[in-house]
């Protein structure tokens, strides 16, 4: 409801101020390589006007998350995209998670039958924003043919990935849960070093279903305290898989990506 509310309120706006998609995203996949297992590394390339941006995989209670169509595509398995870090948005009191200008989304593409000819075809819906927001939609295609190359973008979009916990020298983490009327509160506790600048921790259930509020994160020390609010479709209090949670703290350059949050 929230999202169709938001794309209501932008599509009334867009004729005042007179701009057209084209403006402001331009879209191309980057064919990339064969991989040695088989698998293909391609990119999706956004590059969008100056001041605009774009959102993450979950972009927090105003965005507009990515969504991905590759039903077009020929001798594709399955698709997986790799997720460079993003950045922390506030506007109007709410907080966003995203792309500042652009990004290039590396995509690793499994063959339904390896060693064949591939062909990558995608329809890809997202949100873009400024001083307001769009949706847009973008139709982009290309061959994936061997050994291929990297024209630009692709590794580097792969190495500004999150850290995992080992790299970041993680130490104890725990989650509590407590009941609330139509769902439960987490609270997350995490032993990392101060990643620079305002910290926020985002909260990714395995159930993609579930409604998750923005998180109030402090610190004391080496600890970091993230609290945040969770609720299932049913509107009733829920059992939460904790190996499936992922906690992802940004602040610094880059971020961290902590899986799974047992009971303290």
Same mark, same amino acid.
């Given at each position: 409801?929230?999202?169709?509310?938001?794309?209501?309120?932008?599509?009334?706006?867009?004729?005042?101020?007179?701009?057209?998609?084209?403006?402001?995203? *331009?879209?191309?996949? %980057?064919?990339?390589?064969?991989?040695?297992?088989?698998?293909?590394?391609?990119?999706?390339? %956004?590059? %969008?006007?100056?001041?605009?941006?774009?959102?993450?995989?979950?972009?927090?209670?105003?965005?507009?998350?990515?969504?991905?169509?590759?039903?077009?595509?020929?001798?594709?398995?399955? #698709?997986?995209?790799?997720?460079?870090?993003?950045?922390?948005?506030?506007?109007?009191?709410? *907080?966003?998670?995203?792309?500042?200008? /652009?990004?290039?989304?590396?995509?690793?593409?499994?063959?339904?039958?390896?060693?064949?000819?591939?062909?990558?075809?995608?329809?890809?819906?997202?949100?873009?924003?400024?001083?307001?927001?769009?949706?847009?939609?973008?139709?982009?295609?290309?061959?994936?043919?061997?050994?291929?190359?990297?024209?630009? /973008?692709?590794?580097?979009? %792969?190495?500004?990935?999150?850290?995992?916990?080992?790299?970041? /020298?993680?130490?104890?983490?725990?989650?509590?849960?407590?009941?609330?009327?139509? /769902?439960?509160?987490?609270?997350?506790?995490?032993?990392?070093?101060? *990643?620079?600048?305002?910290?926020? #921790?985002?909260?990714?259930?395995?159930?993609?279903?579930?409604?998750?509020?923005?998180?109030?994160?402090?610190?004391?020390?080496?600890?970091?305290?993230? #609290?945040?609010?969770? #609720?299932?479709?049913?509107?009733?209090?829920?059992?939460?898989?904790?190996?499936?949670?992922?906690?992802?703290?940004?602040?610094?350059?880059?971020?961290?990506?902590?899986?799974?949050?047992?009971?303290?």
């Amino acid at each position: 409801m929230r999202t169709a509310a938001l794309f209501l309120a932008v599509t009334l706006a867009l004729p005042a101020h007179g701009m057209t998609q084209d403006e402001l995203l *331009q879209a191309n996949l %980057l064919p990339g390589w064969r991989m040695d297992s088989g698998h293909h590394m391609a990119g999706l390339s %956004l590059a %969008l006007a100056p001041g605009w941006k774009t959102y993450w995989r979950s972009p927090g209670e105003a965005g507009i998350p990515p969504e991905f169509d590759w039903s077009g595509s020929q001798n594709v398995k399955a #698709v997986h995209v790799h997720w460079p870090s993003p950045v922390v948005f506030h506007s109007n009191g709410m *907080q966003t998670v995203g792309y500042d200008g /652009g990004v290039i989304l590396p995509l690793e593409v499994v063959p339904e039958v390896p060693g064949q000819p591939v062909v990558l075809r995608a329809r890809v819906g997202m949100g873009i924003c400024k001083d307001i927001c769009m949706p847009a939609e973008v139709l982009v295609s290309a061959d994936l043919v061997a050994p291929g190359a990297d024209p630009g /973008g692709i590794r580097a979009a %792969l190495k500004a990935q999150p850290a995992n916990a080992a790299q970041a /020298g993680v130490g104890r983490v725990a989650c509590t849960v407590e009941p609330i009327a139509d /769902g439960l509160r987490l609270t997350a506790t995490v032993e990392i070093a101060a *990643q620079g600048g305002e910290e926020a #921790v985002v909260m990714e259930p395995a159930d993609r279903s579930i409604w998750v509020g923005e998180a109030v994160t402090s610190r004391q020390g080496g600890t970091l305290t993230s #609290v945040a609010e969770m #609720v299932a479709t049913t509107g009733a209090p829920f059992a939460l898989d904790r190996s499936g949670l992922r906690l992802t703290v940004l602040g610094g350059a880059r971020a961290v990506q902590i899986d799974g949050c047992p009971a303290p």
